[in-house]
């Protein structure tokens, strides 16, 4: 069983930077694609980034050209580079993984509280 485990979350102020981290471990880990997700206080849960074992990217509108996601295939890592960070980014953040092909985000980690304060 695959579990991912987040790390980097905090406190900081409008306009500053935070990187996330996730490190999945277990027996025979094999994620497909992997993303984050976050979910902010009376929100749905979004998705806000993922990107495949090759390399390919997508984002939400709401992170585009603010957030980088980057991934280590051979460490098990995935990273989320948040700059220009802005108070309507507060949210707790999970790292999330796709184990197959089948598109289901399938294995979550704990979540990580990221605070923007202004």
């Known amino acids: 069983q695959v579990q991912l485990v987040e790390s980097g979350g905090g406190l900081v102020e409008a306009g500053g930077s935070l990187r996330l981290s996730c490190a999945a471990s277990g027996s025979d880990v094999y994620i497909n694609i992997m993303g984050w997700h976050r979910q902010a206080p009376g929100e749905q849960r979004e998705l806000i980034a993922f990107i495949t074992r090759t390399g390919t990217t997508q984002y939400a509108d709401s992170v585009k050209g603010r957030f980088t996601i980057s991934r280590n295939n051979a460490e098990n890592t995935v990273f989320l580079q948040m700059n220009s960070l802005k108070p309507e980014d507060t949210a707790v953040y999970y790292c999330?993984?796709?184990?197959?092909?089948?598109?289901?985000?399938?294995?979550w980690g704990q979540g990580t509280q990221v605070t923007v304060s202004s």
């Open positions: 999330t993984g796709q184990s197959s092909l089948v598109p289901m985000w399938d294995i």
